[in-house]
């Protein structure tokens, strides 16, 4: 997250959208008295995306005022009325990206973070398609598991897929005046930086190598895991527009009737 009265914006980071590339391109924009959370350690704070203004010592003890994904909920329950109402006058930007991929994103981030989980719930190049599917569905939306991080206090046990939309919809709010789809991060981020006057960078990338199986995301799912999400991220879908669309999948005599017509 950043808080930016400087520069005039608040940038809110979901889950698994590329906002840690992002975040660090605005936040080269930052003043000195601006609030970064910054980046993990290891290739993002290598990289120089290092926390500024978000530590405070309470007993003697370090501690950080906010995390890297904080909500507008939650900046708000944790600063004073006042103070809010000054951060609600800024221009508030967040991220959005298709419902189906992010949790693919997702799963392969919990592979790479999770040893344990890895020995017995990664999918690799060896696997047929319906393998690969089932490890996927029984991770994604069979796994029951305690909510980690912000959603620990609202969420006692869900499944992973639970966790990304009770999380990610947080930050479907009305004041919001910027959302940078990942599916068009480049154009959007220089729309983003030109309306507020920011330096245009080259965006970084991060945590590129987690994703150990190159594929489109719909080799992932099956008929019943796609509906799944259909949905539980309606609202998320209806918002943006996301449709699923099938990869290399041959479409039936009636399906291809369809798409040409959807195509006048």
Not at 68 to 93: A, C, G, N, Q, Y
Not at 147 to 171: H, M, V
Not at 175 to 185: L, P, V, W
Not at 231 to 251: A, M, S
């Amino acid at each position: 997250m950043i808080i930016s009265p400087t520069r005039g914006f608040v940038f809110f980071k979901p889950m698994k959208t590329a906002g840690s590339s992002v975040e660090f391109a605005l936040a080269l924009s930052c003043g000195p008295d601006d609030l970064v959370t910054g980046g993990d350690p290891g290739p993002e704070t290598d990289a120089g995306f290092l926390q500024q203004n978000n530590v405070f010592k309470e007993n003697n003890k370090k501690m950080l005022k906010f995390h890297f994904h904080t909500t507008p909920d939650i900046l708000r329950s944790r600063i004073k009325k006042e103070d809010f109402d000054s951060v609600e006058k800024l221009k508030w930007i967040t991220m959005t990206r298709n419902p189906w991929d992010c949790l693919v994103s997702y799963y392969w981030w919990c592979m790479c973070e999770y040893p344990v989980i890895n020995k017995w719930a990664t999918i690799d190049e060896t696997m047929s398609k319906k393998e690969s599917q089932k490890l996927f569905e029984n991770f994604i939306f069979r796994m029951n598991g305690k909510a980690r991080g912000l959603l620990a206090s609202t969420l006692d046990e869900c499944k992973p897929w639970e966790y990304i939309q009770n999380f990610n919809t947080q930050f479907l709010d009305e004041r919001m005046d910027h959302y940078i789809r990942y599916e068009n991060i480049e154009q959007d981020f220089e729309h983003v930086v030109d309306s507020l006057g920011l330096y245009n960078v080259e965006l970084p990338r991060f945590k590129t190598t987690q994703k150990k199986l190159k594929k489109h995301y719909s080799y992932y799912y099956t008929n019943e895991t796609k509906q799944i999400v259909a949905d539980g991220f309606k609202d998320y879908i209806e918002k943006f527009d996301y449709k699923f669309e099938w990869k290399d999948k041959k479409l039936s005599r009636r399906e291809r009737a369809n798409k040409r017509r959807n195509k006048k």
